[in-house]
């Protein structure tokens, strides 16, 4: 069946580092990559997205790039915070099925001070 | 603008019991997804409605099911409860259907334990 791999499963950096998160999906059909940010407590929140037509995208400090030859997808967090501390996400879509994204396992990433 | 409203917070209940969770949108968003969340599945999709009908519906048994009113608000319930359906049920919701409506909006769930 389809499969979002994720890694690192943990990350820690010192803050002002930049931190890289990686994905691999499996369905030739999906189009949309969303990343999101899931804090203690609450639900995940969409940080970043990007379309299968589209080959990176930027948003100040948070960066997507996608390479859909190798089906591969990764998350660029430049000149991080305290605050970034949170578990990311990486999504794929399932091709032709609207609201069911496969969602990777998750990072950890702690930004220490 | 209001985001996406799920109630109750939290929900304690036993083995065999049933189990009703509630889902506002954001105003104007006609799809709702739901979703679980497992310290060891992650995060897996349950189902999709758009327009009062489900459109998706993920590897879950005939237990869990869900409708969606004319307002857009759903509703998922879960029957005859397991140790195993412990768990953070979220509901997400995006403007409407098709390319261009990928973005889910995610509230923040219902945390369900099951004793």
């Known amino acids: 069946g389809e499969n979002v791999e994720q890694h690192p499963s943990t990350l820690s950096v010192q803050e002002g580092d930049s931190a890289v998160i990686k994905c691999t999906y499996s369905d030739s059909a999906s189009n949309y990559f969303p990343w999101y940010k899931q804090e203690l407590g609450k639900g995940p929140q969409l940080i970043i997205d990007i379309r299968s037509n589209v080959g990176e995208k930027k948003d100040q400090r948070i960066a997507v790039t996608l390479n859909k030859t190798a089906k591969h997808f990764s998350l660029h967090i430049t000149e991080t915070q305290p605050e970034d501390s949170a578990v990311y996400f990486c999504a794929a879509s399932i091709g032709g099925s609207q609201g069911n994204l496969i969602f990777g396992k998750g990072t950890k990433l702690s930004v220490k001070p | ?115």
């Open chain 2, 1 to 115: 603008k209001a985001g996406v409203t799920q109630t109750p917070r939290y929900l304690i209940k036993t083995r065999g019991q049933q189990v009703t969770l509630s889902c506002s949108p954001i105003s104007g968003h006609r799809s709702v997804s739901w979703y679980q969340q497992t310290p060891g599945q992650g995060l897996q999709f349950l189902f999709e409605y758009f327009s009062e009908t489900q459109r998706n519906k993920g590897n879950f048994p005939g237990r869990f099911s869900g409708r969606q009113f004319s307002n857009s608000r759903s509703e998922m319930n879960v029957s005859t409860l397991e140790l195993g359906d412990s768990a953070l049920y979220l509901c997400a919701s995006s403007l409407a259907r098709g390319v261009g409506n990928e973005k889910l909006f995610f509230g923040s769930g219902t945390q369900l334990s099951v004793l």
